[in-house]
């Protein structure tokens, strides 16, 4: 383990979680043109790290993110929360940047450090794409341990446990570092940037690279032929009572 | 061979050969077994169906400390033309660095065309991993197959379906268990089992311990009827009402996210797009409003029925049959009733 404790937390910018999405009138894509914020579970990614630099003062945290200009509003709100500095990793598409391609670019950014990290904090999944991969591609590019799904994380040194949610409970596992750690619901309850914390983030440095800068090809390797809205619903019957109700179920719906 | 299995195929599957695709007899996929305490877990059952979809022939890969009564099990399903096992105490506990080194061990030695399974917590953990060690980009939380390399897949919290195409040499996918039926048992004696050729141990990774959630109910996952409590239900001992009316119905438990963050009940019951994705015959909402992130983990449910206070709760948009009545008195009265 470096001294200071040195964490990356990638961070994607993504259609608010409020709000109801369109599919486009070429349904290609959906419509973009709304209202964005930092990806849920990457809010959580930021707060754990900024906890750990809480507890342990000798830590740097570091947020990154890849994707088009505004993606530094992001980055912004990152710095806001605690992080120490950002790094911006500009594409020109966000709508083509795929998990493949920006685990291959954050391993590319750490492995160009001078200064390693020792550990990764990721989201578990992003709202938009929910693919669910980015952190477990990481961890395997760089060939470190990865615990997904925290829903706790415990440091002790170079040694992390960490508690994880599963299918049916919980499970713990203990690794070493470096390591990669996704966050899930549970992790923590991130905090508001302050105001003044908000005016401090505007002074805080923000470094801005290319993919280019990192030998990174991010070409999309998933070829999206269309999307499409999903089928509607026939809701909206209301019935009387609860003599109503079980008879709807039994004859006419016939599922009790 | 693989023409032999093909054809095979499709005498069994008889009318359903529709779903076959011409150019399937290319298809060499490897299934993923997840299993524990020697029941073969049903997202793997599903995953299976989905791989026949695939057409060729499906390979079965039992990674575990005592992997021999599994794969005797998985065996007995149609399609599965051949089960490879590899034992050791690490597969056990499914730890991602451990069960993707076996992985790529068995793809250097196979080739498989597509490596499938379901999108659980030790699919969505391990598949990933290994695809990017082959440089090769999953698909997650398939619907539905449309070819060998065309897939169906929700985003934005199923609000969009978007239809993907992979170009890569070899398809990782994880698979939505409620999309595809669970394949049945019986009737295949064709199947061989070996070993898979030995990996790498990785070690970096030791597992502490677990804590699963104990319910003589069914899996909330696979249920055929689920009721859910949400934020409505105002604490955890509410819930009894809830268990009362899910014991008359043998329905499963589940939960809205605000229940789960309330403390209410534990997370591994929440509904929605960061929880378990349900689609049972029957989903009874209770006390819940009906977020976007609720929607995307029970809206496939066959009949929808919802039981709020709050005739303009967005549930009720959704509901086959809807109830405007107090949780309180309406639950104990169904209970009683049926």
Known sequence: ?256 | MLSTTASRFLRQTGVTAQRFYASSAGANTLLFVEHKDGVISNATLNALTAAKQLGGSVTALVAGDAPEAVAKSIADYQGVSKVLTATDATYGKNLAEDVTSLLLAVQNKYNFTHIIGGHTAVGKNVFPRAAALLDVAPISDITAVQSEDTFVRPIYAGNAIATVKSNDAVKFVTVRGTAFEAAQSGGNADATVEAAPEAEKVGTTQWVGEEIQKSDRPDLGSASRVISGGRGMKNGENFQLLYAMADKMNAAVGASRAAVDAGFVDNSLQVGQTGKIVAPELYIAVGISGAIQHLAGMKDSKTIVAINKDADAPIFQVADYGLVEDLFKAVPEITEKL
């Open chain 1, 1 to 256: 383990m470096s001294n200071p404790l040195r964490i990356f937390v990638p961070v994607k910018r993504v259609i608010d979680f409020a709000v109801k999405v369109r599919v486009n009138p070429a349904k290609t894509d959906v419509d973009r043109s709304v209202k964005h914020s930092m990806n849920p579970f990457d809010e959580i990614a930021v707060e754990e790290a900024v906890r750990i630099k809480e507890k342990n003062k000798a830590t740097e945290v570091v947020a990154i993110s890849c994707g088009s200009a505004k993606a530094q509003e992001t980055l912004r709100t990152a710095l806001a929360m605690g992080a120490d500095s950002a790094v911006h990793v500009e594409v020109k598409d966000d709508a083509t940047l795929q998990p493949l391609a920006v685990a291959k670019l954050l391993k590319a950014y750490a492995d160009k450090q001078e200064k390693k990290p020792d550990l990764f904090i990721l989201g578990k999944q992003a709202i938009d794409d929910d693919a669910n991969q980015t952190g477990q591609m990481l961890a395997g590019l760089l060939n470190w341990s990865q615990t997904t799904f925290a829903s706790k994380v415990e440091i002790e040194g170079e040694s992390l446990k960490v508690t994880r949610e599963i299918d049916g409970g919980l499970e713990t596992l203990q690794t070493k570092m470096p390591a990669i750690i996704t966050t899930d619901l549970r992790l923590n309850e991130p905090r508001y940037a302050s105001l003044p914390n908000i005016m401090k983030a505007k002074k805080k440095p923000l470094t801005k690279i290319t993919p280019e800068d990192l030998g990174v090809d991010i070409s999309p390797r998933i070829e999206t032929l269309k999307v499409e809205e999903p089928a509607k619903r026939q809701g909206g019957r209301t019935v009387e009572n609860v003599d109503e109700l079980l008879d709807k179920l039994k004859n006419e719906a016939k599922v009790l």
